[in-house]
């Protein structure tokens, strides 16, 4: 008869690790024994016939032989480890022993530093993404536009979640039995993954165009000729680049889907980047109207 498995797709952030140990000792204890730990999914078997208890360690082991026959010599079994630094241990469970037997760290000093080694990576990478939130607010604030936004809320939430996490962490008494910790780190990378999915479309979908007109001179008078047809999709601010070199004054203006002109400009000599466009949804058109040479670029963004 073949083996009896399940999986478990639960999330647990770095600095409540002990949540995760829990959960495992109360899974071995109702028959399921753990066969691979992982970040976002762990494999179970099913035997009732023996009982662990877990124990997990954190970092970057040069020799992994050595480190895992150091554990062995201490009667932990290793398991697996995952992708992001995290070691799982297990050691078959005796009542009669005390409870101090499956403590995998011997003393304090051994445990802050496993919690110090998480710490300090969370807190430089919280550091680097408070870097990102600052660059993109500048970014925000001289391009104010929807996929700038969600990038900033992004890092914003990022960097807070993994300071937040590195504090406690340095912390080797802070609680780790935190209510609602789980449900906060699936809403955190459901913001993550959604928000990442909402930049990319929000930045696919937008206008990015450049074009050029250009004539030595005109046989008559150009009125109003229309070219470059773009759509607009969502509302937002969209930015404009303008140049223009005519003899006689040109006329460059955007036209809406219903005839009007949501920006127009009458000059022999312009030049004018990021000319910011409160534009609603909807189809547009570039127009021009002159009556002597002239050389005419523009971009939207």
């Known amino acids: 008869m073949a083996a009896n498995y399940k999986n478990s797709y639960r999330m647990y952030s770095a600095w409540n690790y002990q949540k995760e140990v829990e959960d495992l000792n109360k899974a071995s204890e109702q028959g399921w024994q753990l066969v691979r730990g992982g970040c976002f999914h762990s494999r179970y078997v099913k035997n009732p016939n023996v009982r662990f208890r877990y124990q997990l360690d954190y970092g970057k082991i040069e020799d992994m032989g050595r480190y895992i026959e ?25 009542p009669a022993k005390p409870e101090e037997e499956y403590e995998i760290f011997s003393d304090r000093e051994s445990l802050h530093e496993m919690n110090s080694r998480w710490a300090r990576l969370a807190l430089i990478i919280s550091g680097v993404l408070a870097l990102f939130v600052v660059l993109s607010g500048i970014r925000l604030f001289r391009q104010p536009n929807l996929p700038r936004l969600v990038q900033l809320l992004i890092f914003l939430v990022e960097s807070a979640v993994l300071f937040r996490g590195g504090m406690i962490m340095r912390n080797p008494d802070a609680s ?23 930049m990319i479309v929000l930045e696919d979908t937008r206008p990015n165009m450049m074009t050029e007109q250009n004539a030595l ?31 006689n004054p040109l006329t460059f203006a955007i036209i809406d889907e219903n005839g009007n002109a949501v920006y127009e400009v009458t000059e022999t000599s312009f030049k004018e980047e990021n000319i910011c466009l409160k534009l609603p949804k909807g189809k547009y058109q570039l127009s021009m109207s002159c009556d002597s040479g002239f050389s005419l670029k523009c971009g939207i963004e």
């Open 70 to 94: 150091t554990f062995r010599e201490q009667g932990w079994e290793y398991i697996n480890s995952t992708f992001n630094g995290w070691h799982y241990f297990r050691k078959i469970y005796d």
């Open 176 to 198: 780790r039995s935190r209510r609602g910790d789980g449900a906060l780190i699936t809403i955190f990378l459901i913001c993550i993954i959604g928000g990442a999915v909402s």
């Open 217 to 247: 001179s005109v046989d008559q008078p150009i009125v109003d000729n229309r070219w470059n047809d773009f759509e607009v999709r969502y509302k937002d601010n969209y930015f404009l680049d303008v140049e223009i070199e005519s003899e």
